[in-house]
């Protein structure tokens, strides 16, 4: 079993829509939890963190985390074709970081 | 400009010849790591840095070398490459081990 698992997708979206996008992690004791983007032929970039359950707004991006489900979500309000892109998500477990493979979205004018 | 830099961008060598791929960060920050990323498979950690001198393996250490004797560097060193070892390499830096990476421009590097 992956550490961290994510839909590959591709994942389309309309322009002005919400995408959502999921990760599942397997160990309990994971500590925190990211999503980068990274655009084609680019290093990733972190958007976002969070460290505790629930809900974590910045600007349009909202992460959302679920411990006892070993959940976290990222979505993203207001999809610009900008936001198209690999999102990738890690979790921190004790001293290393693992990431997904990503989910591919494409905001669709 | 806070910054991860990597060294070179694209690297084409031959099976057995020794390389290193050179990072730097400018941030102060403790923890650096090296990742390869392959299709299919993501982003691999390699080898990881919490301070000088103390490093330790990842998923994929084999094939690989790495040392850190200052803060800012994080060199990873191929000692006798190989095709598999073909791939996408990210090096990146985190304040701590909890924190988010900054993540350098990454080195295409192609074994032959």
């Known amino acids: 079993q992956k550490e961290v698992e994510q839909n590959s997708g591709p994942l389309s979206v309309p322009e002005g829509a919400i995408a959502s996008l999921n990760c599942t992690y397997s160990d309990r004791g994971s500590q925190s939890f990211f999503w980068y983007r990274q655009y084609s032929g680019k290093s990733p970039e972190l958007i976002m963190f969070i460290y505790s359950n629930g809900d974590k707004e910045d600007g349009r991006f909202t992460a959302q985390l679920n411990k006892a489900s070993q959940y976290v979500s990222l979505l993203i309000r207001d999809s610009q074709p900008s936001d198209s892109a690999t999102y990738l998500c890690a979790v921190n477990t004790g001293n290393q970081f693992y990431f997904g493979t990503g989910t591919s979205l494409t905001v669709i004018p | 400009e806070a910054q991860v830099t990597q060294n070179p961008r694209y690297l084409i060598t031959v099976t057995g010849k020794k390389l290193t791929v050179t990072c730097s960060q400018n941030m102060n920050h403790e923890y650096m790591s090296w990742y390869r990323q392959d299709p299919g498979l993501g982003l691999r950690q390699i080898y990881y840095s919490m301070n000088v001198e103390v490093t330790d393996k990842g998923d994929v250490p084999e094939g690989y070398k790495v040392s850190r004797k200052e803060k800012r560097n994080f060199p990873l060193i191929l000692e006798s490459p190989s095709p598999n070892q073909t791939s996408l390499y990210f090096c990146?830096?985190?304040?701590?081990?909890?924190?988010?990476?900054?993540f350098g421009s990454g080195t295409r590097l192609t074994v032959v």
């Open positions: 990146a830096s985190s304040y701590d081990r909890g924190g988010g990476y900054t």
